[in-house]
């Protein structure tokens, strides 16, 4: 019985469902969003490799650990992101030849942001090392496995437009989604970090460490 497709399905979702409560309350105070995000990443990631189960546990272990860390990154991502938007939002509005240039030139810079902060989270949740080191990690991994950033970048972007387009999108992103979207892109940094990371099957809710390339 344990072995059903039925019942491994029906657990997957349960701990779906479960990881995406946790995710939304600890998000609630935006100082934390980032940590929780991390979390979430976290558990995903390492139900891939060791099964469900063990949400609750997973996510808060990260999260104590996570905080101190990756909170200064997230809110500096915050600004960053907000001032961006504030950018865009002004130079649109110009309608001038200079004011279009100027428009790109912040979609691209917000576009690189975006990629890079695509990547910042699941590496902090599954590597270890300093905050500087780990960043310019996100940054190699988004520019060095293109293909994977982006498959996550249009996976993001189909969840975003469904959403912004349909009510029922909105309830399945309350209900299971923000967890569901985690765990699918988690599949792919998964396949990254394995390229990567010395660890032992039994070992893997541990964080891994890069390997030293020669």
Known sequence: MSNSPVIAFLNKMTDLILLNVLLIICCIPVVTAGTAITAAYYVSITSIRCGDGYVVRRFFSSFKKNFRQITPVWLVLLVCSLILAADL?????????????????????????????????????????????????????????????????????????????????????????????SYVKSFFFYRVFMNHIDEKYDDFDNPGEMRQED
Do not use: C, D, H
């Not at 110009?94 to 695509?118: D, E, P, Q, R």
């Not at 949740?125 to 960043?135: C, F, N, P, S, Y």
């Not at 520019?143 to 982006?150: E, M, N, Q, R, S």
């Open 89 to 181: 939002l002004f130079w649109y509005q110009m309608g001038t030849g200079f004011g279009k240039t100027m428009f790109i030139v912040s979609a691209v810079v917000a576009f690189l942001l975006l990629i890079w902060a695509m990547w910042i989270f699941p590496v902090f949740a599954k590597l270890e090392g300093k905050t500087g080191e780990l960043l310019r990690n996100a940054a190699a991994f988004a520019v060095g496995y293109l293909p994977y950033t982006a498959i996550v970048l249009v996976i993001t972007g189909v969840a975003v437009y469904a959403n912004l387009v349909s009510l029922v999108a909105n309830g399945i992103m309350v209900f299971i989604g923000f967890a569901l979207l």
